[in-house]
Structure formats: structure tokens, C-alpha cells
T-cell receptor
Framework: GAVVSQHPSWVICKSGTSVKIECRSL??????MFWYRQFPKQSLMLMAT?????????EQGVEKDKFLINHASLTLSTLTVTSAHPEDSSFYIC?????????????FGEGSRLTVL | LAKTTQPISMDSYEGQEVNITCSHN???????ITWYQQFPSQGPRFIIQ???TKVTNEVASLFIPADRKSSTLSLPRVSLSDTAVYYC?????????????FGSGTRLSIRP
């Protein structure tokens, strides 16, 4: 199947710094990517939908100024956690969409674990 | 997307067949049923997708009754490596406008 790669797979940073997480579709082009966060023992929570060349659509309760999403190319979307705080520590997962509708397939990255000290 | 309800957790033993049922009473006519598997500290992985009756692949089978208000993921002869969280998703396929919402999932634990 198609491959979606995230980088870094884990990162530790100090409170107040910004962290960028990359999501790449390695062998296909993805006009749409989704970003999720997942706390321990909980399900994935959709943060935003990222469409290439346009602004991301954020879910209710997700601060767009804190979680900056850029989808500048068909193979790369980035999530930047600005001025990170310990409560932002979480597992961030991206997914990329191939196709549309019933024929559409969703492929997930390996996830990026952020720990803010 | 139609809301789904799954058991929070299940236990089984190696070599057994495991069936995880998902309820989706409000499923729409054009909705598909998709199951994902997630291991700790990894992204979800697609297992199987179906619309009605039965679908089988090399990993699992998916049984969907005629009214489509529920579905059952069947894992034959499980092993320790099948210990994971299994998510049932229901929706009209994927698009840039879709909101791929995950429910609580079922935490499956396989014992020797």
C-alpha cells in the first residue's frame, strides 16, 4: 500500500518553543491530509483537514494560531506547534487521502510523539 | 458520520477466533464500514472495508447483516501480535470534505 511518513517520530522540547512535524506521502500525491492528536488510552481526535494550496480547516476547539498547518505541496503537509506547553504533549498522527468517495483510501503515518518539558 | 458503538475491551487466547461487533444504527444508504487496527505508538492501519453481506481478505472477514445496523469484524486464529485497538468507522467514503472521526475503539488483548 501507499506510504505516509512522519518526521520526527519523537521530539522533546522545552516549554515555549515551537516544533514542526512533517507528513509526507512518499509514493503518491495527496491533495488532502488530516491531522490527529491522541492522548494515552484515548482515541484519535481530528484536529484539522489540510488541503494543498488552501488554508486548513480546523475542528472546533483547535486553535489555528497555535497549531499551524501548511500544505504547500502535494506530498508534504506540516504541523507546527507554536509556543508549546506541557499540555500539548501528545501523539500526533497524520493521514493522507488517495482518491475520493467510496474509492478513496486513507493511509496513516507512523505518528510523532511530542513531549514538552 | 454515523455514530458507532463498540465494546471498550475484549480478551481472548491465541488460536481462537475473535469477533468484534460494531453498532451503527444510523448508517446511511451510501455509507461504507471500515475497520482499522492500531498498535501502541503507531498510526492506524487499514484492515477491511465493506458495504453489505460478507467481505474477506487475507487478514480478516467482515460480516454485515441485511439491515446494516451493525457489523462484525472476525479475526481467525489470533496470535499475540493481534493485541491492538480496533476501530470501526462508518461514512460515505473519503473526500476532502469528509471528517474521518474515530470512535472509542475496542482494545483487544490476546493471551498465550
Amino acid at each position: 500500500g501507499a506510504v505516509v511518513s512522519q518526521h520526527p517520530s519523537w521530539v522533546i522540547c522545552k516549554s515555549g518553543t515551537s516544533v514542526k512535524i512533517e507528513c509526507r506521502s512518499l509514493d503518491f500525491q495527496a491533495t488532502t491530509m488530516f491531522w490527529y492528536r491522541q492522548f494515552p488510552k484515548q482515541s484519535l481526535m481530528l484536529m484539522a483537514t489540510s488541503n494543498e494550496g488552501s488554508k486548513a480547516t480546523y475542528e472546533q476547539g483547535v486553535e489555528k494560531d497555535k497549531f499551524l498547518i501548511n500544505h504547500a505541496s502535494l506530498t508534504l503537509s506540516t504541523l507546527t506547534v507554536t509556543s508549546a506547553h506541557p499540555e500539548d504533549s501528545s501523539f500526533y498522527i497524520c493521514s493522507a487521502l488517495i482518491g475520493q468517495g467510496a474509492a478513496g483510501e486513507l493511509f496513516f503515518g507512523e505518528g510523532s510523539r511530542l513531549t514538552v518539558l | 458520520l454515523a455514530k458507532t458503538t463498540q465494546p471498550i475491551s475484549m480478551d481472548s487466547y491465541e488460536g481462537q477466533e475473535v469477533n468484534i461487533t460494531c453498532s451503527h444504527n444510523n448508517i446511511a444508504t451510501n455509507d461504507y464500514i471500515t475497520w482499522y487496527q492500531q498498535f501502541p505508538s503507531q498510526g492506524p492501519r487499514f484492515i477491511i472495508q465493506g458495504y453489505k453481506t460478507k467481505v474477506t481478505n487475507e487478514v480478516a472477514s467482515l460480516f454485515i447483516p441485511a439491515d446494516r445496523k451493525s457489523s462484525t469484524l472476525s479475526l481467525p486464529r489470533v496470535s499475540l501480535s493481534d493485541t491492538a485497538v480496533y476501530y470501526c468507522l462508518v461514512g460515505p467514503g473519503y473526500s476532502s470534505a469528509s471528517k474521518i472521526i474515530f470512535g472509542s475503539g475496542t482494545r483487544l488483548s490476546i493471551r498465550p
